[in-house]
């Protein structure tokens, strides 16, 4: 076993396009999933896994981001005269999280560039990045599973989820080998955004991994690829295919609920099916969708 990895590495600063105009002053991370900003998801779920150290590297409007990991006094006081404790510690929940720094990208580069940002942070240690818009449901087990595999392999380790051919074009694609063990394969190769034609398989990588420190040297001679921005997936690429002295990338199949908040109609269904499961919204939830679906289908 390799040391415990501590750090985890949530890159929040993308422009959120598809998301305006909500995201013209406020980041995609911080909209809310119910009643918490996505990225109070990405962070518990961090932590759940043993991480106790976040960097979050943000972009313009990166206040609200900040903001929301920080101690609101006068909040907290308004809500303390008034013996609201529920809500008071709701409020507290997201400040003692875990030990929280951030870095700033700068320009919006791509997703590589802004890993690479977590460097001199990171130093030579193994650590997660983990999508700020991009959520696993804490009832299905991911990341505690990525770090066991990095620690077992001393690889760098990827989550792959099976996508429709059709939706392939969204994401990086992993060409796989089998490993003998059950949903841990070994990458031989990646394409960013593959047409459903020339995709290697339906083994699409979502955003969760544990990458050995070796990713920096190899983001900083990585040129912009798709999109014209330094893709983490072009980095990764060559840590596959050149396992001497990277130990190869490896990819942990994840087959849980999974919501893509960066993207609207996946936003729109997470916030309905993790509403559908709370206990003080739920029940009523439920049955006026009931009905909503029942006035859908006899229009
Ligand atoms: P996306 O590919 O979803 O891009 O980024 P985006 O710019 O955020 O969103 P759209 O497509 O314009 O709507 C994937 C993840 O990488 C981060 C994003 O914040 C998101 O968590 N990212 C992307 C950065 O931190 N910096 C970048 O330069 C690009």
């Known amino acids: 076993m390799t040391e415990r990895i501590t750090k985890a590495v949530i890159p929040a600063a993308g422009m959120g396009t598809r998301f305006l105009p909500a995201t013209k002053a406020m980041p995609k991370e911080m ?3 119910v009643d918490k900003p996505a990225i109070q998801y990405v ?3 961090a932590v759940a896994a043993g991480l106790t150290d976040v960097l979050m590297v943000t972009g313009r409007n990166k206040n609200a981001l900040e903001n929301h990991f920080d101690r609101a006094t006068e909040l907290e006081d308004a809500l303390a005269k008034k013996g609201d404790t529920v809500r008071l ?3 507290l929940e997201s400040t ?3 030990d929280m720094h951030y870095v700033r990208q700068g320009d919006p580069l791509g997703l590589g560039h802004a890993v690479l940002r977590a460097n001199m942070h990171v130093g030579m240690e193994p650590f997660a990045v983990l999508l700020g818009d991009d959520l696993i449901d804490e009832r299905d087990e991911l990341l505690s599973r990525m770090l066991i595999e990095q620690g077992r392999r001393d690889a760098s380790i990827v989550a792959l989820m099976e996508v429709p051919p059709e939706q392939i074009h969204l994401y990086g694609a992993a060409s796989i080998e089998q490993t003998g063990e059950p949903d841990v394969v070994r990458i031989t190769g990646m394409v960013e955004k593959p047409s459903a034609d020339s995709a290697p398989s339906n083994y699409a990588v979502i955003g969760r991994y544990v990458l050995k420190p070796d990713v920096f040297d190899v983001l900083r001679v990585t040129s912009p690829g798709k ?3 330094i893709q983490l997936t072009d980095a990764l690429k060559t840590m596959a295919e050149d396992v001497a002295g990277t130990g190869g990338v490896y990819g942990v199949i994840f087959r849980g ?3 893509d908040t960066g993207d609207k109609l996946d936003y729109i269904k997470a916030v309905i099916q993790l509403a559908v499961d709370r206990p003080d919204l739920g029940p009523d939830l ?3 969708l ?4 029942a006035r859908l289908e006899s229009r």
């Open 290 to 293: 009931v009905g909503f679906a």
């Open 31 to 33: 909209l809310p999933v």
């Open 96 to 98: 003692s999280l875990a």
């Open 43 to 45: 962070v518990e779920e």
């Open 286 to 288: 439920q049955s006026w």
């Open 227 to 229: 999109g014209g921005e």
């Open 257 to 259: 609920r999974r919501y």
């Open 89 to 91: 510690k709701k409020v």
